[in-house]
């Protein structure tokens, strides 16, 4: 059955949605963006979350002990990270938290999909030469075919598409943030007819 993460949200309305909503994820980006938070919006979205859902700090190569204050005030549950973090930084970066950890791998060819970060979870997302996310994109999504084990997919996800990319891949969770947007914020109604998509593909 897979699950939903609604990214980039930084208003109490956004939130208000969610809560109607119930995706397994609320995604609270961090990285220099059009949709970045501060660590004081972010304590007060999270202190309106229904606390079912699990918040995911979005980051991009950035100080560790922000990342570990964000885990320990427990504004985040999981971590993101969309840069250019190695293993080695993730190995300090683990020494330091307990939250689990999601890696981005931005796909162009086969071998971005034989990575193999330090990470407990990976996120295939759409490669970009400028943008490390929130391309809007699709990538082929082909290359995923024979990858097993679990991981989130992202890249232009639509509730146009999502059914097609659910049962093409199966992947644990989809990760969407434009795709459900209307003037550059969340959208009430995009939201309730991609969540009915997933339902009807999930059966």
Sequence with gaps: MTKLKICGIRTLEEVAMLNDIK???AG?????SKRQITLEEAKVLRQH???EIQTVGVFVDA???FIATLVNEKIIDCIQLHGNEDDRYLSTLKAQVTAPILKAIRVSSIEDTAKKPDADMILYDTYHKKLKGGTGETFNWDLLKK???NYFLAGGL???NIQEAIQQLRPYAVDISSGVEKDGYKDKT???ELVKKIQ???L
């Design 23 to 25: 995706p397994s994820f």
């Design 28 to 32: 609270f980006v961090f990285a220099t």
């Design 49 to 51: 979350l229904d606390k």
């Design 63 to 65: 100080e560790i002990e």
């Design 147 to 149: 990858k097993t084990g």
């Design 158 to 160: 639509t509730s146009e």
């Design 190 to 192: 995009k939201l309730i």
């Design 200 to 202: 009807e593909v999930n």
